[in-house]
């Protein structure tokens, strides 16, 4: 039982390149999220997802895509990368939602230059 | 719309000293409240949480939160503080879109 995966760990992408943050989780919860973590300003939720085929808009979904064909994966797409996503990205999971604990995965530090 | 504040972005206490770190929130109806701790490098745990009923909730590692109504508070505490402590700690509040604070750091003295 792994938890909730997440790759890569580091990744260094050049202005305009566009590339794809893979999460998958294994404890075949319906709810998976997808956060940003800036310093000093806590996490940012991008994306969110009730269930396979359904996806939301968190607080700060522009300049990123998601999709969730499946009830274990939930990637996040970045198009034409800028520096101002710079972050670490976390992706969590939950069995239903709010009153649940989410579970975690490790980050990815993603540096736009 | 629901947010979170953590008033108190780095905090300071000598190992064995008691710990109290603040959040507030706001929320239109009965909250879902939460506090995770983020070691370095790693992603976030769970300390504890509050639904309902006792607003004197025990988490692990011995930290406690009370959530108090009229103040839109939910303060986590713990009565002596082991270095290992040292982290970062950040108070959600859960619906839809679980929202976060800032974060409050903790550094411990020996």
């Known amino acids: 039982n792994a938890g909730v995966t997440q790759t890569p760990k580091f990744r260094i992408l050049k202005i305009g390149q566009s590339m794809t943050l893979q999460c998958a989780q294994d404890m075949n919860h319906n709810y998976m999220y997808w956060y940003r973590q800036d310093p000093g300003m806590g996490l940012k939720l991008i994306y969110y997802?009730?269930?396979?085929?359904?996806?939301d808009k968190g607080e700060v979904p522009n300049g990123y895509n998601v999709s969730r064909s499946t009830t274990e994966d939930f990637p996040l797409r970045l198009e034409l990368a800028a520096p101002s996503q710079t972050s670490v990205y976390f992706c969590?999971?939950?069995?239903?939602?709010?009153?649940?604990?989410?579970?975690f995965g490790q980050g990815t530090r993603l540096t736009v230059v | 719309a629901q947010s979170v504040t953590q008033p108190d972005i780095h905090i300071t206490v000598s190992e064995g000293a008691s710990l109290e770190l603040r959040c507030n929130y706001s929320y239109g109806a009965t909250p879902y409240l939460f506090w995770y701790v983020q070691s370095p490098g790693q992603g976030l745990q769970l300390l504890l949480k509050?639904?309902?009923?006792?607003?004197l909730v025990q988490g692990i590692k011995g930290f406690e939160a009370e959530f108090k109504r009229s103040q839109s508070s939910f303060n986590l505490r713990k009565p002596s503080v082991h270095w290992s402590d040292a982290a970062e700690y950040f108070c959600?509040?859960?619906?839809?879109?679980?929202?976060f604070g800032a974060g409050t750091r903790l550094t411990v003295k020996p």
């Open positions: 509050y639904f309902s009923g006792d607003t």
């Open positions: 997802s009730v269930g396979a085929g359904i996806t």
């Open positions: 969590a999971s939950n069995p239903d939602g709010m009153n649940t604990e989410a579970f």
């Open positions: 959600a509040v859960g619906a839809w879109d679980m929202r």
